[in-house]
Every structure is written in structure tokens, then in C-alpha cells.
């Protein structure tokens, strides 16, 4: 599906909710570990609707937030980060409690959710904005992410390249409310969402029942 389509399936979904919607965009915020608010991971893998969704089944993990980071327009819209005009990508920062569950759980968590062979967005999803990422927050994060994909590659699971991109990771603007904990609060929207856009089916093509 071309963006512009995708772009109106997203406002089908959610215009009744855009009119009463409350903008958290300026609440910019970085990862953090405390004690209090657990470990903090970040990645991008398509719609952030769904991957917040997929996140939130994982033992351990405190809370997911949809939001935008990578890019160099601070406090970002969803209209400017869809457009690719900011230079962000959709992303999710999980928030996790080390003592449950790890970094290295979160990524074998991630692989399996995203397609990782397409470096032009995901599913039907085009455009730099919605490309595979994981943002490390220190240089432990970057080498587990790296190791990560290196035995992905090094698995021959795929006769092609790996490649979801590891960069650093910036300032974590939240998504407006409206696209926060979506799935949860719209199931019928979301799941006819996930079914249109071809995610599921693509994501069984390349990991089959490993899922």
C-alpha cells in the first residue's frame, strides 16, 4: 500500500478521536534507568500501534509509549512524521523491569515482530519513517543490539541482508494521545488495521511458527 493510502486507512480509523485528541509531542524525554521507573529500551518496526501491541505481551514489561525519535524537528506532529518531512521514525520506547526480564529478552522479542530484510518501511507502511530501528542508549545496549543482529545474519534464516538499522539513541518525543495504547482501546480499528496492511501474513511468510 502507497503511504497516501496508508495515511487515509489511519485517518479512517482515528478522525472520530482526533477531534477531542491531547497532544503529549512536547513532553520530549530521553531513556532513563531509575529504580523506580525500570530500564528503558527503543525501537522502530512500522506502525507503532502495532509494535506497542506486540510489546506489551512481554513478561516483564512495565509500559510501552508510541512516539518519535531519530529525527531533528523538535516536538514533531504525527502529520509532520508521516509526511517523512522530520526526518523521525515511528517508534516505541519500552520501559522494563531488569529484574523480570533483559535487553537481550526485548530483542528476541523484536526480531521476530518486524521485517527485517525490507529497508524502505514496513508492510504496507512506505517511507523512511517507517523503517526497522533500534536505538541504543549506551554502549552495553549497542553491543547486545549489534551481537544481536550479527547472529540473525549469521543463522542463514534468510539469504538475504539484515537490514534494520542501530543508531544511537535521541530525544523520545510521545505520539499524540490518541495513538497511545490504540490497540487496547480500539480493538476493532486496530485489528482491521494490522489485517489490511498485510503484517501478520508477511511477519508468518518469514518466521513461520518460530513466532
Known sequence: ?????????????????????????????????????????????GCFWCLEADFDKVPGVLSTTSGYTGGTLANPSYEQVSTGGSGHLEAVLVRYDPTRTSYARLLDAFWPNIDPLTATGQFCDIGAQYRSAIFYADAEQRRQAEASRAALQASARFDRPIVTE??????????????????????????????????????????????
Do not use: K
Open 1 to 45: 500500500m502507497r503511504r497516501q493510502a496508508r495515511v487515509g486507512l489511519r485517518a479512517l480509523l482515528t478522525g472520530a478521536v482526533l477531534l477531542g485528541a491531547l497532544s503529549l509531542a512536547s513532553a520530549g524525554e530521553t531513556p532513563t534507568a531509575t529504580p523506580e521507573a525500570g530500564a528503558t529500551a527503543i525501537f522502530a518496526g
Open 166 to 211: 542501530i543508531l544511537p539513541a535521541g530525544t523520545f518525543y510521545p505520539a499524540e494521545e490518541y495513538h497511545q495504547d490504540y490497540a487496547r482501546r480500539n480493538p476493532l480499528r486496530y485489528h482491521f488495521y494490522r489485517s489490511r496492511c498485510g503484517r501478520d501474513a508477511r511477519l508468518q511468510e518469514l518466521w513461520g511458527s518460530s513466532r
